[in-house]
Nanobody, 125 residues
Framework: QVQLMESGGGSVQAGGSLKLSCVVS????????MAWFRQAPGKEREWVAV???????AYTDSVKGRFTISQDNAKNTLYLLMSMLKPEDTAMYYC???????????????????WGQGTQVTVSS
């Protein structure tokens, strides 16, 4: 069983930056896919970014050019560097992992079987 622990959230002003971290533990096999999702109050959980073991990554359109997903395999840690933050980026951010291969990069929450508890990001205007 994989355990995921996010950190790095906080409150920033619009235009600022934050770097989220997600430490992976509890399993000797590295997840094949790691992703970030976010959920704002009253809204559905939304996919933000994904990366696979080869380093291939993808981003939802609203964060392209502003967010960067990366991973440090030696530290078993996933990152999300968020810059040029906007008030609409305000949400709880979740780290997710999938252990099995998928056809294409998995972008839906139902395709992931391991989740962290989330870290809150609040962007003020």
């Amino acid at each position: 069983q994989v355990q995921l622990m996010e950190s790095g959230g906080g409150s920033v002003q619009a235009g600022g930056s934050l770097k989220l971290s997600c430490v992976v533990s509890g399993n000797t096999v590295r997840p094949y896919y790691m992703a970030w999702f976010r959920q704002a109050p009253g809204k559905e959980r939304e996919w933000v970014a994904v990366i696979d073991t080869t380093g291939k990554s993808a981003y939802t359109d609203s964060v392209k050019g502003r967010f960067t997903i990366s991973q440090d395999n030696a530290k078993n840690t996933l990152y999300l560097l968020m810059s040029m933050l906007k008030p609409e980026d305000t949400a709880m951010y979740y780290c997710a992992a999938r252990n099995s291969r998928a056809i294409g990069l998995p972008l839906a929450a139902r395709q992931y079987n391991n989740w962290g508890q989330g870290t809150q990001v609040t962007v003020s205007s």
